[in-house]
T-cell receptor, first 113, second 114 residues
Framework: DGGITQSPKYLFRKEGQNVTLSCEQNLNHDAMYWYRQDPGQGLRLIYYSQIVNDFQKGDIAEGYSVSREKKESFPLTVTSAQKNPTAFYLC????????????FGQGTRLTVV | DQQVKQNSPSLSVQEGRISILNCDYTNSMFDYFLWYKKYPAEGPTFLISISSIKDKNEDGRFTVFLNKSAKHLSLHIVPSQPGDSAVYFCAATGIFSGTYKYIFGTGTRLKVLA
């Protein structure tokens, strides 16, 4: 079955550490996205990539980094520069041309301890 | 400016009645609109969509209406069921300066009361 997989589901990080969240899709989609959701809040765009080896900052990119070396994979690194990283992180993918539904992973809940 | 707004953070409806969720957008360059449903600790799942060339799209109990002049869309759920209780996000897509954008609203939490 085609889909999008995020791992891990739960992640705990000590202050000052970098952590990387995994996102893999086998839908052959060109575009991939990372969103952050805080309690009672909507989805805020962190980074997006429309093609391999290219990515763009979203609305809240500070303290995050991404790479897109393969079409299937779009890992997100939460760096120590991110001042409030505790949140629910969602990865999504779409065909590049848009006008279509986005497929989401199940999310990763990151907690700073 | 490319924003999508859902001004009602929550809505409670009695089972069997109609639920109406609203969404406003700021830019007429958005040309495709979608609604997603999200349960806690899960990713959103697609519900229904509408192209800007239409003003209504229906799928079972779900109907989306688009008013382009008002830059407003709404999702109607009839009849509402307890299993519909979730957070609903609207999303708008379009090409801006050659870049395809996919923008979500902040969500409306629907509670259907049995």
């Amino acid at each position: 079955d085609g889909g999008i997989t995020q791992s891990p589901k739960y992640l705990f990080r000590k202050e000052g550490q970098n952590v990387t969240l995994s996102c893999e899709q086998n839908l052959n989609h060109d575009a991939m996205y990372w969103y952050r959701q805080d309690p009672g809040q909507g989805l805020r765009l962190i980074y997006y990539s429309q093609i391999v080896n290219d990515f763009q900052k979203g609305d809240i990119a500070e303290g995050y980094s991404v790479s897109r070396e393969k079409k299937e994979s779009f890992p997100l690194t939460v760096t120590s520069a991110q001042k409030n990283p505790t949140a629910f992180y969602l990865c999504a993918s779409t065909p590049r041309t848009g006008r279509t539904e986005a497929f989401f992973g199940q999310g990763t809940r990151l907690t700073v301890v | 400016d490319q924003q999508v707004k859902q001004n009602s953070p929550s809505l409670s409806v009695q089972e069997g009645r109609i639920s109406i969720l609203n969404c406003d957008y700021t830019n007429s360059m958005f040309d495709y609109f979608l609604w997603y449903k999200k349960y806690p600790a899960e990713g959103p799942t697609f519900l229904i969509s509408i192209s800007s060339i239409k003003d209504k799209n229906e799928d079972g109990r779900f109907t989306v209406f688009l008013n382009k002049s008002a830059k407003h869309l709404s999702l109607h759920i009839v009849p509402s069921q307890p299993g519909d209780s979730a957070v609903y996000f609207c999303a708008a897509t379009g090409i801006f300066s050659g870049t395809y954008k996919y923008i979500f609203g902040t969500g409306t939490r629907l509670k259907v009361l049995a």
